[in-house]
């Protein structure tokens, strides 16, 4: 209940126009800036710098370019622009070729027509350099819009685009066992929108005991699935099935938030563990740091603290 009016709470806060004001003024200005824990940056540049970063530590990379709920047609249009100018910057750092990205992004709450048409064309410039697509799931009103924008492009050829779900609604079983049987590589997260109890687990023990059996399925019947996790007791479970069925690391990766449990990265990557860090970045970036924050509220304190010392910083 209580991580439920977490996620409700903050959910609110990210719609204060007050609010962002401030974030925008204090969030991303120095390199100390609290949103910049969570945030590689405004530019494709920094997050570049901070995927070469990343990669050196042993870390595997995905980039995602912050931005959702488009306002109109010609917006979702320049969103697959900005990814392509994002494609080519990649392969001339020749850091890791890993993008993710939302469908909402594209188009999909305008007509999913646009939506399609702009996914086909990302598609096909990443395809062209040998990128891997995660589209990102959002709020339970867009899982099946998603699925069926998934299912479309996976029935014309497409497989360099995989998918994510989230343990906290109760189809998502469903779903991973029909995305199992067809190949798809899935990445399993707990999920970080605020949900009618009808179609979410409310509480932790809900949420933690459909991903661990998610992960099980996943292990054993996925195509090299992510477990997506900051969770020790997860983490371990995880570890503790693949060695007890015989599955080697290399089959499936542990996949973590730029900036969250540094400490628990580093201690899977010395165990041999295959891990990656999503590394968001982007303009937009104030709805991803709040539901950040929702997700783990004790994060608010370190982000008090950050602006406290901001605003007394001299100008």
Not at 1 to 22: E, P, T
Not at 161 to 186: F, H, P, T
Not at 207 to 236: K, N, Q, S, W, Y
Request: glycine share 6%; aromatic share 8%.
């Amino acid at each position: 209940m209580l991580d439920a009016l977490a996620r409700s709470c903050f959910h609110g806060l990210a719609g204060s126009h007050a609010i962002r004001r401030l974030a925008s003024r204090y969030g991303m200005r120095r390199p100390t800036s609290f949103a910049r824990r969570f945030i590689a940056g405004e530019s494709v540049a920094e997050a570049i710098t901070a995927a070469r970063r990343l990669q050196s530590q042993g870390r595997l990379i995905t980039l995602d370019h912050l931005g959702e709920s488009v306002a109109d047609a010609d917006s979702a249009r320049a969103a697959v622009g900005d990814y392509r100018t994002i494609i080519e910057q990649v392969e001339a750092a020749g850091i890791e070729r890993n993008l993710s990205v939302k469908l909402t992004q594209l188009g999909l709450d305008l007509d999913r027509s646009l939506c399609l048409d702009n996914l086909r064309r990302l598609l096909d410039a990443a395809a062209a350099g040998d990128f891997f697509i995660r589209i990102d799931m959002e709020s339970s009103a867009h899982v099946q819009p998603t699925l069926d924008v998934f299912g479309t492009v996976w029935d014309a050829g497409y497989r360099n685009v995989g998918l994510v779900l989230q343990s906290y609604l109760r189809r998502s079983m469903a779903d991973l066992e029909a995305l199992n049987r067809l190949g798809v590589r899935i990445r399993l997260v707990k999920g970080a929108y605020s949900e009618p109890p009808e179609v979410a687990y409310g509480d932790k023990a809900g949420v933690d005991a459909a991903f661990v059996e998610m992960t099980a399925r996943l292990l054993r019947d996925g195509t090299r699935p992510a477990i997506a996790t900051h969770d020790p007791a997860i983490l371990a479970s995880t570890r503790a099935y693949a060695h007890a069925h015989d599955i080697s690391p290399a089959r499936f990766e542990f996949q973590m938030l730029y900036g969250v449990r540094r400490d628990l990265q580093a201690a899977l990557i010395r165990a041999g563990c295959q891990l990656r860090v999503y590394v968001p970045f982007g303009e937009q970036w104030f709805p991803y740091f709040m539901r950040r924050l929702g997700e783990r509220p004790a994060n608010l304190m370190f982000v008090l603290r950050s602006l406290v010392e901001e605003r007394a910083a001299p100008l």
